[in-house]
RNA sequence: GGCGCAAUCGAAUAGUGGUUAAUUCAGCUGGCUCUCAAUCAGCAAACGGGGGUUCAAUUCCCCCUUGCGCCA
């Protein structure tokens, strides 16, 4: 039974951020080893020296976290097959190495980078497939001494079968390719350093991967796999290869398409639940018309047989909406606690721990009248900036569009009037006043409603007008009224 | 250049050898309303092209095209 358990892993190479393809693929995986109740590996292939730093490493770790995908083995888990750092694994690789050149199943190679450059660019001349030229594949131990001592260092290079290599795979039934094409490819750089297909078979293999779940821009890397896993005697596990995500142009995610990065969307403000319940929806579907899934759910129904073929298409519009119907069902009390670090960024508040019960009362009151109306907590931070500041910001193109016209004055200065002397100051008084107002001065609702609003926020568009001047408070009201109405007053003695 | 993978509304996906080809996001119209959002009602919108197989093809097969990827 224990052997028939399946073990998946997700490798990224820590040369960057956790991207939004690399989540999705890690996400799959989790899914995977979570509904067959298996196991899920983490391992870092960070065997590209120049660009694998610790911090990426840290920044992928986090995003992982963060997405709530926890690993079974890998970084600071441990797990009987480790180290599961590729770097620290240079000695394995070098093991199995000399294995191959000792049964003759790969050769030295030395020929430099001029030599490869031109055979490379005869075969260009003459149409063929770009392919090693063998010219290493039999020198004798002369001609390798010779070039020893001339200084070269060699690479190790793998004897490809000239055969069909077929797989089976999970989702695309037989893939087959032809082995008479594939070149003698590189499997050990000259400085001790595995290449990337060269480590990961060893690596699955020893970390007893039952199934390789990732991009299908593996595909193609597949074939040289397989090879290699032959070569070693090692068995080959099943995979199943899923569409990449691409950008709106069909082009391949990348920054220009918007944040790519996963902690970029924590940065701004989205909720880690909608985020996986999104890219889930990427390149998978449950099979009907459901879309609001908890992580449980998802590992409940997920599987391969429900894993479309084609590449999918990101969709901020549709990460918002799902973002949106997150924060519309959360309650107030967990809202309040995931908007404080968003309050303090924006200076909006001192500092998170010694709130007062009041400010913490004011601010799930804000809350309320905002939740449902934003997309994530930097849209909060935007669109209710009025409730935190002392002096607010009038957006130009509200101010002439809505306050600096005629009568706006007299209809200010009559509200304000009203309002000041208000005794109760709930949203049925403030609404019967306001009404009062606009009947004594012959003027419908909306032309005393939009000119305050703009006066109370700065913007023309917001939530109801009398829930925001109960939140708000009378005092900062008619402040603010007595502001806007100076400010109007100024603009025209300028312009007279 | 060689090889591989893929192809349903703008996007994500359902679905089927015979259907009015469905749902969600986005878009548009209208209701509600002080604006926006939310919400409700409605509209528009797709089987890439060509050959087969078949009584019947969006569905199965082949070719082409296009997109994406791998090889340097």
């Known amino acids: 039974m224990e052997d028939n358990k399946i073990r998946v892993r997700f490798a990224p190479s820590p040369t960057g951020y956790l991207h939004i393809g690399g989540a999705r693929t890690a996400l799959f995986n989790w899914l ?37 995908l926890d690993w079974d083995e890998g970084p600071g888990k441990g797990g009987e097959y480790g180290p599961y750092y590729q770097m620290k694994r240079l000695h394995i690789y070098q093991e199995y190495t000399e294995k191959l050149l000792k049964d003759e199943k790969a050769y030295c190679c030395y020929c430099t980078r001029e030599e490869l450059a031109n055979s490379r660019e005869k075969q260009v001349r003459e149409n063929k497939s770009l392919k090693y030229d063998k010219h290493c594949l039999n020198l004798s131990e002369e001609e390798k001494k010779r070039y020893e001592t001339e200084g070269r260092k060699p690479v190790i290079r793998l004897k490809i079968p000239a055969k069909k290599i077929v797989f089976n795979d999970l989702l695309r039934g037989e893939v087959t390719f032809d082995g008479e094409l594939l070149s003698d490819f590189v499997i050990m750089k000259s400085g001790g350093i595995p290449t990337y297909n060269y480590a990961v078979v060893i690596d699955d293999a020893l970390m007893k991967i039952t199934d390789v779940m990732r991009g299908d821009d593996h595909i193609s890397n597949t074939p040289k796999q397989i090879v290699i896993y032959e070569a070693l005697g090692l068995d080959v596990p099943k995979f199943a290869h899923i569409p990449m995500i691409m950008g709106q142009d069909h082009s391949r995610l990348s920054k220009r398409h918007g944040a790519t990065s ?62 949106s119907e997150y924060l519309k069902n959360m309650s107030i009390d967990s809202l309040t606690k995931t908007l404080l670090p968003f309050l303090k960024e924006a200076n909006y508040i001192e500092n998170e721990e010694s709130l007062s019960p009041a400010k913490i009362e004011y601010i799930k009151e804000v809350l309320k009248l905002m939740q449902g109306r934003i997309k994530n907590f930097s849209q909060f931070i935007d669109y209710a900036d009025y409730f935190f500041m002392d002096k607010i910001n009038i957006e130009s193109q509200a101010f002439d569009s809505v306050l600096n016209k005629e009568g706006v004055v007299g209809i200010l200065q009559a509200l304000k009037k009203k309002l000041s002397t208000l005794k109760c100051w709930n949203e049925e008084s403030i609404e019967n006043a306001v009404r009062e107002v606009a009947s004594s001065l012959q003027i419908k609702g909306g032309q005393i409603i939009h000119p305050t609003r703009v006066a109370l926020s700065g913007k023309k568009v917001g939530p109801g007008l009398f829930e925001l001047m109960v939140v708000l408070s009378q005092n900062k009201t008619v402040k603010r009224l007595k502001e806007a109405i100076e400010k109007i007053e100024d603009a025209k003695k300028i312009s007279n």
């Not at 590996?41 to 963060?66: C, F, H, P, Y």
């Not at 997920?302 to 969709?315: P, R, Y």
């Open 262 to 323: 996963v902690m970029e969307y924590k940065k701004v403000g989205y909720m880690p639940e909608a985020v996986v319940n999104y890219i889930a929806h990427l390149g998978w579907s449950p099979g009907d018309e459901r879309e609001i899934f908890t992580k449980e759910e998802l590992i409940k129904e997920f599987s391969l047989d429900k894993i479309s073929k084609h590449a999918a298409v990101f969709s901020m519009e549709k990460l918002n909406w799902f973002n």
């Open 32 to 68: 995977y080893a979570r509904h067959y109740k298996g196991t899920f590996v983490l391992r870092i292939e960070d065997t590209d020296q120049v660009r694998s730093t610790e911090k990426a490493v840290n920044v992928i770790l986090e995003g992982m976290k963060w997405l709530g």
